[in-house]
């Protein structure tokens, strides 16, 4: 999303978000500011990287995958310095209401006229970006930036800015800093600036430093309701929901009356505190105008779902209201999240062929938003189809020995694995281990990614290139995961550090070649009831996740995950204590001391209390959330048998596993 900034367009927002009240709308018009020096002076017509001053502009959704323009008409904008003006305000002007092939033509002419007009090259380069091509946006906007300064004339903030926000959307995180460094150094205290930089922190998971910059913004402007919203959404993202509160709260102090964003926001953090009545407030309050709010109605069905899972009469309620609502209105995500929410509903009613027609409309959506965005969930099928072929008996007496553990001097203890298919469990055993006050659970960070790509850009490639590890290589790698583990806070000098991301698992072989001494937690649930929970669960669509939009899918993924995990046991001396979810929902003691026995640790009482320590930690950030600040309950466990005639087709997928872990049909 686009919004003016010093005069010129400046794209907002991590990722694109929408919601915040400067960034919800297009302007309708906006002088560019950007001096343009002598006119005439641009020298020999040029084209730009994608065929600006001959050719077309690719932009999606057009045949062939590029926009084509009508004939351009005959009056081109003379190089003269109020003819230019006022064909780039034109061009703005239709910027700002959507006319996107139009301000492209309108520029395209100025640059006939002068190839180094610096708002025209920043506009296609807004354009560009906006439309998903960010590589060719920022190739524009760079030129914007060379022609000012060809032009000898200031290079303002807001084009710094917004190649900053190019750079961060190719995730060229470090360029994008130098971006938004620049801009600050023009304009210290320039709002826009510490909100892009403030974003860019955030998503390198520098909460600290991203706090920092969203809280100088507020100062800067504190009326300004984007600034409180971000910083209370990076308190999120780090778990610290109070934190985000304090700052939804000062927000309030300021903004009166308070916006309906805002109180949807503080509905959504209640809801994260399993705070119901208050979350159920909050959104009610964000929903009374009656305008079309996703995030307060996604909060309030939560919520209400939540708080009134036993009473039939209110979940009738909450799922007619859902069933009443436009849900069309809203952007896919929004309505992935509430098929989602009327699946469970249907799903507490007992209603199981209503539920997974809304669990399908839920899948679909993501499916669609993995082939827009280009995520092809059958490159991660192959990633583990690779690993299992990789695998054999022959490669791993072929490696080449190395001394030591990778376990750094001073550590207690050599980093804990806790591994599982999704939706085995693996949350709840988080909050146990974590409430050990000599265990710190590591919560669904990717640690295991630099590793990965650093061995990938090995000439033998991932997994061939471990064969050839040295100690060095080891140390590097070892030293590589515990830069990215630390950067969320955790202290493997005090504590046993348990590393929760359940298919980590299929890295199993990276795991022990890195560290042989780690320990793995191996979550196990029945099949059945593993695929279908993933079924019905909304993730975040990713290569991994994309694959549970079908059942068939799912139970296809489980057995080309379990099989390479079986592989590992079968020819890696791996250290694995297992935990069944049937079990540790019916006997939590019995199930977990031999699992705290394994990792040399004594009991705790306070692990037997896993819904207590996942409310005081108050930083869940799992999808599983909120399961786990109830009290253990096992409606879940044989769920799955209500649903037999779905899980039909792929039982005899699944059976081999259900078989070998001694589960029944």
């Not at 006997?587 to 699992?595: F, M, N, S, T």
């Amino acid at each position: 999303m686009l919004w003016p900034c010093g005069g010129l367009w400046q794209i907002g927002g991590a990722n694109g978000e929408k919601g915040n009240e400067d960034m919800a709308k297009r302007p309708s018009k906006s002088l560019p500011g950007l001096p343009v020096g002598r006119p005439g002076q641009g020298g020999a017509s040029r084209s730009g990287p994608t065929g600006l001053g001959g050719g077309t502009v690719p932009l999606p959704g057009a045949a062939g995958g590029a926009m084509g323009f009508a004939p351009r008409p005959a009056q081109t904008p003379q190089a003269d310095p109020q003819q230019l003006l006022a064909a780039i305000q034109q061009a703005a002007a239709l910027y700002g209401q959507g006319r996107m092939r139009e301000a492209v033509e309108v520029a395209q002419r100025i640059l006939q006229a002068d190839p180094d007009y610096p708002d025209a090259l920043h506009l296609l380069g807004l354009i560009l970006y906006e439309t998903g091509k960010a590589a060719e946006g920022e190739k524009f906007i760079r030129q914007a930036v060379d022609a000012a300064r060809k032009k000898r004339t200031t290079v303002p903030a807001s084009l710094w800015i917004n190649l900053g926000n190019a750079r961060r959307a190719q995730k060229k995180y470090s360029l994008a800093e130098k971006a938004y460094d620049e801009a600050l150094k023009i304009d210290p205290r320039n709002q826009d600036a510490r909100l892009e930089r403030g974003t860019l922190n955030q998503l390198c998971f520098d909460h600290d430093a991203a706090l920092a910059d969203f809280m100088k913004a507020i100062e800067i402007d504190p009326g300004r309701l984007s600034a409180y919203l971000r910083a209370a959404q990076s308190s999120v993202d780090a778990g610290r929901f109070r934190k985000a509160l304090e700052f939804c709260h000062a927000a309030l102090e300021r903004i009166d009356p308070a916006p309906a964003e805002l109180s949807a926001f503080i509905g959504m953090v209640h809801e994260r505190l399993s705070e119901l009545d208050l979350a159920i407030e909050w959104t009610e309050r964000a929903l009374a105008n009656g305008k079309p709010n996703a995030t307060a109605l996604k909060s309030w069905a939560k919520a209400s779902r939540r708080k009134f899972r036993k009473d039939g009469e209110k979940l009738l309620d909450i799922r007619t209201r859902l069933e009443a609502a436009d849900l069309d209105k809203f952007e896919p995500e929004n309505r992935r999240a509430l098929y989602a929410e009327l699946g469970l509903t249907c799903d507490e009613l007992g209603d199981a062929d209503a539920a997974v027609g809304w669990f399908e409309k839920q899948n679909r959506e993501s499916a669609q938003f993995g082939k827009t965005v280009g995520i092809d969930p059958e490159d991660y099928v192959r990633q583990v189809d690779e690993l299992h072929e990789s695998f054999v008996p022959d490669f791993v007496a072929g490696w080449q020995s190395i001394t030591g553990s990778g376990v750094r001097t001073g550590h207690r203890a050599a980093p804990v694995f806790l591994v599982g298919f999704p939706r085995s469990g693996t949350t709840l055993l988080d909050q146990i281990f974590d409430a050990h006050p000599e265990v710190q659970a590591l919560e669904e960070r990717p640690t295991l990614v630099a590793l990965v790509e650093n061995l990938r850009s090995k000439k033998a490639g991932y997994p061939g290139s471990l064969a050839d590890l040295r100690e060095q290589d080891r140390d590097r790698l070892s030293k590589l995961y515990y830069e990215e583990a630390e950067k969320h806070g955790v202290d493997f000098t005090r504590h046993v550090v348990v590393d929760k991301m359940p298919l980590d698992m299929v890295h199993a072989g990276l795991i022990h070649r890195v560290f042989p001494d780690a320990k793995f937690i191996f979550a196990l649930r029945h099949p059945a009831s593993c695929v279908l929970s993933c079924f019905m669960q909304d993730f975040v669509p990713n290569a991994s996740m994309l694959n549970f939009v079908t059942l068939e899918k799912a139970a296809r993924l489980y057995d080309k995950v379990m099989g390479l995990w079986a592989r590992y046991r079968e020819i890696l001396p791996l250290q694995v204590q297992e935990v069944r979810y049937e079990n540790l929902i019916t006997d939590l003691r019995g199930e977990v001391k031999p699992a705290l026995d394994f990792l040399g640790l004594g009991w705790h009482e306070a692990v037997s209390d896993p819904a207590a320590h996942a409310r005081q930690r108050g930083s869940i950030r799992t999808p599983s959330y909120a399961q786990v600040t109830e009290p253990i309950y096992n409606r879940a466990a044989e769920r799955w048998r209500r649903y037999e005639k779905y899980m039909e087709p792929v039982m005899p997928i699944l059976q081999p596993h259900i078989e070998r872990f001694g589960y029944s049909l």
